[in-house]
């Protein structure tokens, strides 16, 4: 079976940390999860489709910003949940304030 450049780069990785016998260990999982739990990776893929002009704007930022789409995405959400933590707060607050008095 021919597997990708990237795959057969990971199964070595395996091969090398836990020896031939890496399926034994880990029957019915895959390449990718055994490698993503041998170097501890509990990062989860995302996938989305966005309109054109969304991508051209998407490059923009990444291009002006010198930064990776993960670094980017990143960086996106904790700022987002930091205003929902925030607003979530205020909220609360004013609850609490309402029926207290």
Known sequence: ???SIAT???ID????KLGNNW???YPNKSVNFVYNTLINDSRKNLYCKISSDSRKKLDTLLNEYDAKLTDFL???ITKEY???EKKKAEHT???AKQFST
């Open 8 to 10: 057969q780069r990971k």
């Open 74 to 76: 990143e960086t996106l």
């Open 93 to 95: 607050a004013r609850l």
């Open 23 to 25: 399926k034994d260990q």
């Open 82 to 84: 930091y205003e929902y």
């Open 1 to 3: 079976m021919s597997v």
């Open 13 to 16: 990785i395996i091969i090398e």
